[in-house]
């Protein structure tokens, strides 16, 4: 749960929706998924530079997990780096 700039609140649900709740209205809207980069997400944080940033549980080359950044502006997900024995 991240709040945004604008008030509104991201939301990361079990299955990888990014979704955004609009406090003032009450209306979820589907931004994004992680499918792609991860499965089970954990943490989201606001990064300084205006993405969101987050882990998975799972997913990745070695099914280990993921480090992923999302981008507000376009909805695009990013994976950064995949999690290994050694990390």
Known sequence: LVLM???????I??????????????????RADIIHVGTIPQDIIWGTDGMVYGTTLT?????MGTVFRFN?????VTK????????
């Not at 649900?13 to 589907?30: A, H, Q, R, V, W």
């Open 80 to 87: 950064l780096f995949d999690f290994n024995n050694s990390t």
């Open 5 to 11: 700039p604008d008030g509104n609140l991201l939301i």
């Open 72 to 76: 507000p502006q376009t909805n695009e």
């Open 13 to 30: 649900t079990y299955d990888g929706d990014i979704i955004e709740f609009d406090i003032l209205s009450g209306t979820f809207n589907k």
């Open 59 to 63: 997913g990745g080359e070695l099914m």
